[in-house]
């Protein structure tokens, strides 16, 4: 009975409207995509499916985040919030996501002006961070470009940014702000899977990414609206596929390229919750790791082969072991409950071996006896 009533309150839980407020810091690649030509974009995908979605943005073109940094009077700021103004609204805090766009500088500068902006935040302010990862601009070819290594992080890439880029910024965020939830969202790499698809033949209706793009850096109607739905699967955390076409994109993005790019969306920013969604140890990635998600690791615990994130798979390696086990332990937040008498004992172990091995207070929390039937019956 009581499963069955944690199991009807998720459902109730996810089928509710959601609401957010989130700011965007970044040059014109923050300012075009989010809400140039049409508006909010992210809000057109979010009334699809009864949500909604306030911006505030803060910007200027051209310029890298660290230079935005050292001069505010020169930005340009507009919001759907009051007061409008980024130096009065979030050092205030009371936002959903805190978006930052870094680009034009090296990662080590451009990270350096994340964290100043992230501190301007209450520290107990639950705002998560999102670095907006963008993409380089058309003149280079893209998946080489985009794929290539980043070994210097003290130099600028300019317009050609790649993914080792991004990932060196959000490692470098993630270890200056441990108490903040810090992920990412991978505009550039859904651009880049496109090519990948095209390349092979598994995306028709375009030649290559560069169809995506209006001039050498910003992005056509139908970018925009790949780039608008890029944000709100990852903001939302919602399934895209499926989702529709905003009104005004509807002469630009057939039916037809909009399945496809939906599903390019839902892969990338589902492939790895952990980069994009929420922290190791998740499963219904619903921003709390708590018992509903250590019951779910338990019903799966010792699957060698097949398993996915909802089902523990935290590193990703189709298996739930302990090392997922332990990913969950140093993010688990539920109070102790101490009684393991009837609880499978290799399990049991193993989830005393990961407490341990994470410092307090980072962890506490045991298992209730009721986990050990369905943990030694689903186990595969």
């Not at 499916?49 to 505030?56: A, L, Y």
């Not at 058309?138 to 992080?153: G, H």
Request: aromatic share 12%; glycine share 6%; hydrophobic share 40%.
């Amino acid at each position: 009975m009581k499963l069955a009533v944690t199991i009807i309150a998720l459902a109730a839980s996810c089928a509710s409207a959601s609401v957010q407020s989130n700011y965007f810091v970044g040059n014109s690649l923050t300012y075009n995509e989010v809400y140039n030509f049409v508006g909010d974009k992210i809000d057109m995908f979010a009334q699809f499916r009864g949500n909604s979605h306030q911006v505030g943005y803060h910007w200027i073109g051209g310029q890298s985040l660290s230079s935005i940094v050292s001069s505010w009077e020169m930005n340009h700021y507009a919001s759907s919030y009051s007061p409008s103004d980024y130096q009065t609204r979030t050092p205030q805090g009371g936002l959903n996501n805190l978006v930052l766009q870094a680009s034009l500088g090296s990662a080590n500068s451009e990270a350096a002006a994340m964290v100043h902006i992230a501190n301007l935040l209450p520290g107990s302010d639950p705002t998560k961070l999102y670095l907006y990862a963008t993409w380089p601009s058309r003149p280079m070819d893209y998946l080489p470009t985009w794929e290539a290594p980043y070994p210097d992080p003290s130099v600028a890439p300019d317009w050609a940014p790649s993914a080792a880029y991004f990932s060196r910024m959000l490692s470098s965020l993630r270890a200056a702000e441990p108490n903040r939830k810090v992920f990412m969202i991978p505009a550039g790499e859904v651009l880049a899977e496109i090519q990948r698809r095209i390349n092979v033949g598994t995306f028709t209706g375009l030649n290559s990414a560069d169809d995506l793009y209006g001039d050498d850096l910003h992005m056509s109607f139908e970018g925009m609206y790949t780039i608008g739905m890029t944000m709100y699967a990852t903001l939302f955390k919602d399934d895209p596929r499926g989702i529709g076409i905003p009104a005004m994109f509807q002469s630009y993005v057939s039916p037809a390229l909009a399945a496809q790019i939906e599903n390019v969306v839902h892969d990338v920013v589902w492939a790895n919750p952990a980069v994009s969604l929420t922290v190791p140890g998740d499963c219904n990635i619903d921003s709390v790791v708590n018992f509903e998600d250590l019951f779910t690791v338990a019903q799966h615990y010792g699957t060698t082969s097949g398993a996915t994130w909802a089902q523990g798979d935290f590193n990703l390696d189709a298996k739930v072991n302990f090392t997922d086990l332990f990913e969950l332990a140093q993010y688990y937040r539920l109070n102790p409950l101490t009684d393991l008498s009837q609880v499978d004992s290799q399990f049991a172990a193993d989830w005393a071996t990961a407490q341990s091995l994470v410092p307090e207070p980072t962890i506490a929390g045991s298992l209730l006896m009721w986990i050990a039937p369905l943990s030694r019956r689903r186990r595969i």
